[in-house]
């Protein structure tokens, strides 16, 4: 069993920055690949950014590449999604998910965190 919660989420303007932030308890952390989705009001919830276990692989949606990072920390229990360059589109709640399966995290993960808003101004 994985909980989450996402911290980090707020409202920026156009061009700026934020960092989300994501906390799982458990100890076996490093077991389990990570990933971040978004659902903008009225669309679907849509895959971001997933990283492996132990970091080693990633995976981004065309529309973050070179903008989003994502990361974790193994020895913190925390994940990362460093948020540069944004666009009004990227205006969603975000959601921190986990699965032992690095390619089910991209698609179907397991545990789900509650959701942070990310606003961005134009």
């Known amino acids: 069993q994985v909980q989450l919660v996402e911290s980090g989420g707020g409202l920026v303007q156009t061009g700026g920055s934020l960092r989300l932030s994501c906390a799982a308890s458990?100890?076996?952390?490093?077991?389990?690949?990570v990933g971040w989705f978004r659902q903008a009001p009225g669309k679907e919830r849509e895959f971001v950014a997933a990283i492996s276990g132990l970091g080693g692989a990633t995976s981004y949606a065309d529309s973050v590449k070179g903008r989003l990072t994502i990361s974790k920390d193994n020895a913190k229990n925390k994940m990362y999604l460093q948020m540069n360059r944004l666009k009004p589109e990227d205006t969603a709640v975000y959601y921190c998910?986990?699965?032992?399966?690095?390619?089910?995290?991209?698609?179907?993960?397991?545990?789900w965190g509650q959701g942070t808003q990310v606003t961005v101004s134009s």
């Open positions: 998910a986990a699965d032992r399966v690095f390619a089910v995290v991209r698609t179907t993960p397991t545990y």
């Open positions: 458990g100890r076996t952390f490093s077991s389990y690949a």
